[in-house]
């Protein structure tokens, strides 16, 4: 047989920044977070244990060594996480990786057309195996000495390994991984979590968006410097947006009633909104998930407005087929710690969030059109994206610059605006229940 060739994509081999290290205070003093032998360590489960409840969490919590560490170990490699829409595995071997602290991981499609994750590395000596972020390939090749794979992790050729070789227990280690509703998901965990109410419901609310037939329009993805907190925090308000987000403010609705915590129906709109919705086939109601991870509401935009564009019309013609009416709002999806999604009547947003180190988060963002929606045709790919590249830019700077406030040592952090900020209390509960039931004892990862 003769030696397969690495395919583009899968024959990188690098390593990404471990983020940076961020001043905190120190017995009144600004010192980095590497303590020396006569200083303890920060305990970030003591500072858990001693928030008051319903309370923000206190700086040293954010963008230091000892939070990123802790974060890891008690909810990234314990929780469900976004790995991409399935439009983007849309054929057998498209492929998306990503970074989960040091775990590589790779999501593939099959030839079967299931999804399946692995651990991103060879089964010899450990090269990385695909270092791009997306692609297709027919096998996967390590880069380092050619062992190849099959899509679904067996290992295809191994050159002179010897006749007492067995190829069969060499397959690439598996990573738990679910599909459903459009989305892709994985856990390192030994166990994962249950997750099919989470798919039962997502498949029932996004039927009308016709996932399956979705494509990837576009996909960006940017780096902040924060701690990932910050920016699950940002997103789970709209508080700030009047100050920092004219394009988007244009046609989503600021009302902290629809898009804090508490059911959007609380507020007439909503209720109108998710009333005239269900009536036309629209799953549309209030939804939370066990232990407040994840919720599902639709809600409307402005008035007149349809879509995410700076004149509230349409950024795909036709919009996606069988959807009631084009300004059916945007169906929001969040899923702890890693994701928010919006589904509309003529495109779908999906946003994935990974800790790249202490002080630095990833934000990569896909855009969904109908599968027969023509580019220059049907949509401006600069119009489609438009209001959020610049809404993640300017949350960019606003969660950069709460990164440099929090790690000061006269940083005190006050108390939430009951109206406006019900959201980032539920996400700062959640995380703090998350890390301490999960501090109970180590749990294995898959495949260890």
């Known amino acids: 047989m003769a030696p397969p060739a690495a395919p583009p994509g899968c024959a990188e081999v690098g390593s990404r920044s471990g983020g940076v290290a961020i001043p905190v205070a120190r017995g009144g003093r600004r010192a980095m977070m590497r303590p020396s032998s006569s200083e303890p360590a920060m305990d970030p489960l003591a500072l858990l ?19 990123h560490a802790a974060d890891l170990a008690g909810i990234w490699t314990q929780e469900w996480l976004l790995a991409a829409p399935s439009a983007a595995l849309a054929e057998p071997g498209a492929y998306v990786t990503m970074q989960v602290g040091p775990y590589p991981v790779l999501a593939i499609r099959g030839r079967d057309g299931v999804a399946r994750a692995f651990h991103n590395v060879c089964r010899h000596r450990g090269s990385r195996l695909c270092g791009e972020a997306s692609g297709r390939t027919g096998r996967v090749v390590c880069p380092y000495h050619r062992w190849a794979y099959d899509l679904d992790g067996r290992l295809l050729w191994a050159k002179d390994m010897g006749e007492g070789f067995d190829r069969a227990g060499h397959g690439l280690l598996p990573v738990h991984c679910r599909e459903g509703g459009g989305l892709v998901w994985v856990c390192l965990a030994a166990e994962a979590p249950d997750l099919a109410p989470l798919l039962a419901a997502t498949a029932r609310y996004a039927a009308p968006h016709r996932m399956e037939e979705m494509k990837v329009a576009h996909v960006s993805t940017i780096v902040e410097r924060c701690d990932w ?4 925090e940002n997103n789970r308000e709209c508080y700030h947006c009047g100050a920092n987000h004219p394009s988007l403010c244009r046609t989503f609705d600021e009302d902290p009633e629809l898009v804090g915590s508490e059911d959007a129906e609380a507020a007439p709109a909503g209720r109108a909104h998710v009333e005239r919705c269900e009536a036309a ?22 008035p007149g407005a349809v879509s995410y564009t700076l004149d509230g019309d349409a950024a795909v013609r036709g919009g996606i087929p069988g959807m009631p009416f084009p300004d059916a709002g945007t169906l929001l999806l969040f899923h702890y710690p890693n994701s928010w999604n919006h589904f509309l ?8 969030v990974l800790p790249r180190g202490p002080g630095e988060t990833e934000v990569t963002t896909w855009w969904l059109v109908h599968r027969d929606a023509r580019e220059g045709e049907d949509y401006d790919l600069g119009r489609l994206t ?19 406030g929090v790690a000061s040592p006269a940083f005190r952090p006050g108390p939430y605006s009951v109206r406006q900020e019900g959201g980032v209390r539920q996400f700062v509960d959640w995380y703090a229940g998350a890390m301490l039931r999960h501090a109970g004892g180590p749990r294995r990862l898959a495949a260890e």
């Open 49 to 67: 244990h001693s928030r008051r409840p319903d309370g923000p969490l206190p700086g040293p919590l954010y963008g230091t060594p000892e939070a």
């Open 229 to 232: 907190k910050l920016t699950l």
């Open 281 to 302: 086939g629209l799953p549309s109601r209030y939804l939370l998930g066990p232990q407040g991870q994840w919720r599902l509401v639709r809600i409307p935009l402005v």
């Open 345 to 352: 009547s003529d495109h779908t947003l999906h946003f994935r």
């Open 386 to 404: 438009e209001v959020w590249e610049a809404t993640n830019a300017e949350d960019r700077h606003v969660v950069e610059e709460t990164q440099r």
